[in-house]
């Protein structure tokens, strides 16, 4: 089944303690995304990478980290993560960047940061 | 800058009764527009897409969309809507330079029986 992974589903942690969320898509989607969605602000892109190791800043970049090693992984690193950080990410890849390609969503890691 | 916006945070319908979520555009150029719904728990679901062509666009569970360029729109409608349809909406158009989806803030729709 085609789809977008993401580990884990739901993480607690405290305020500087570094978190990977991983992400995987079994597609072959050389594009991939990560969104954060709060509550009246929808969707905001945090990273997104074009290719292997092409990555980019989105428009909230700060506090995150990301990799693309590999095609399939696109992991999303906190290195001292703080409560603002608190949110429902989302991972999501797509065949290009062309227009006719909608976006493929993992189902959510809920982070919760005390 | 491109933008979308949703203006109803919630939009409430009975069983049966047509349902419209709207959202308007600004983009230069031209838009490429796009419908995600999201039920409680799970991730966005890709419902339909307007790249060119028929202004009207059908898509998944009965949705369609209708492309107003003159008015910059680019609401989501089902004639006849389900319970089971209660979700978030949201509307999102392209940004063509970089892949990103820009998002709408959400449409809460609450079909009761």
């Known amino acids: 089944e085609a789809q977008v992974t993401q580990n884990p589903r739901y993480l607690i942690t405290v305020t500087g303690k570094k978190l990977t969320v991983t992400c995987s898509q079994n597609m072959n989607h050389e594009y991939m995304s990560w969104y954060r969605q709060d509550p009246g602000l929808g969707l905001r892109q945090i990273y997104y990478s074009m290719n292997v190791e092409v990555t980019d800043k989105g428009d909230v970049p700060e506090g995150y980290k990301v990799s693309r090693k590999e095609k399939r992984n696109f992991p999303l690193i906190l290195e001292s993560p703080s409560p603002n950080q608190t949110s429902l990410y989302f991972c999501?890849?797509?065949?290009?960047?062309?227009?006719?390609?909608?976006?493929?969503f993992g189902n959510g890691t809920r982070l919760t940061v005390t | 800058a491109q933008s979308v916006a949703q203006p109803e945070d919630q939009v409430n319908v009975a069983e049966g009764n047509p349902l419209t979520v709207k959202c308007t555009y600004s983009v230069s150029g031209n838009p490429y527009l796009f419908w995600y719904v999201q039920y409680p728990n799970r991730g966005l679901q890709f419902l339909l897409k307007y790249i060119t062509g028929d202004n009207l666009v059908k898509g998944s569970y009965g949705f369609e969309a209708e492309f107003n360029k003159s008015q910059t729109s680019f609401h989501l409608k089902k004639p006849s809507a389900l319970v089971s349809d209660s979700a978030l909406y949201f509307c999102?158009?392209?940004?063509?330079?970089?892949?990103?989806?820009?998002f709408g803030q959400g449409t809460t729709l609450q079909v009761k029986p």
């Open positions: 999501a890849s797509s065949q290009r960047t062309d227009k006719n390609s909608p976006l493929h």
């Open positions: 999102a158009v392209r940004d063509m330079n970089t892949g990103k989806l820009i």
